[in-house]
């Protein structure tokens, strides 16, 4: 991590929900938040992976295992790629939507680490290919915002103090 404050991942629990659809492109960008995950201080006993079929499910998976295990975040990964029909906005507005709803109703910290792409090659470039990979992004996401959580909790520093 370039931040060297980046707060670590110690003893944090993180639930990932990972969409079959585009499997290629989702275990590419599993392995990117996984090895995150791990390099930033996460047991991998803390790390719980459930898949679902398809993007459409990741918020429904994402509050099922809030509602069934205790979690510092969940990061849910998808792939919604861009075809003849207008799927692509349905499926990739009720998923931005629903992670949105489930963090704010839950407050435990849902990660949106889902790529909406025209092609399935502008998706693999962002899965571990020459745009980097999400994953990555969406494990480091998940470290702040629980970290951010936990300060809040404890009634600690202002949020800013966690750049
Ligand atoms: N799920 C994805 O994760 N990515 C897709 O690109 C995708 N395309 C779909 C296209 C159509 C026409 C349909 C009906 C479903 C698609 N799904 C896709 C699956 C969707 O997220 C969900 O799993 C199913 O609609 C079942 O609720």
């Known amino acids: 991590m370039e931040d060297q404050s980046f707060p670590g991942g110690h003893g944090m629990r993180i639930g990932i929900v990972v969409a079959n659809w585009n499997r290629e ?5 599993l392995e990117g938040a996984v090895n995150t995950l791990v390099e930033q201080g ?4 803390d790390i719980a992976v459930q898949r ?21 975040a969940v990061i849910c990964l998808g792939c919604v790629i861009q075809g003849e029909t207008r799927h692509f906005e349905f499926i990739a507005q009720a998923v931005a939507h629903g992670c949105m709803n489930l963090g704010l109703e839950t407050l435990t910290p849902v990660i949106f680490g889902v790529l909406t792409t ?3 090659e502008q998706a693999r470039d962002r899965a571990g290919g020459k745009h980097g990979n999400k994953g990555v992004e969406a494990a480091a996401a998940a470290i ?10 404890l009634g600690g520093d202002e949020p800013g103090d966690l750049q």
Do not use: C, K
Request: net charge negative.
């Open 25 to 29: 492109v989702t275990d590419a960008l």
């Open 118 to 120: 025209d092609t399935f």
């Open 52 to 72: 679902v079929p398809g993007s459409y499910e990741l918020p429904q998976g994402a509050a099922m295992m809030i509602h069934s295990t205790t979690l510092d």
């Open 144 to 153: 702040q915002m629980a970290a951010f959580q936990h300060l809040t909790d």
């Open 42 to 45: 996460v047991a991998e006993e």
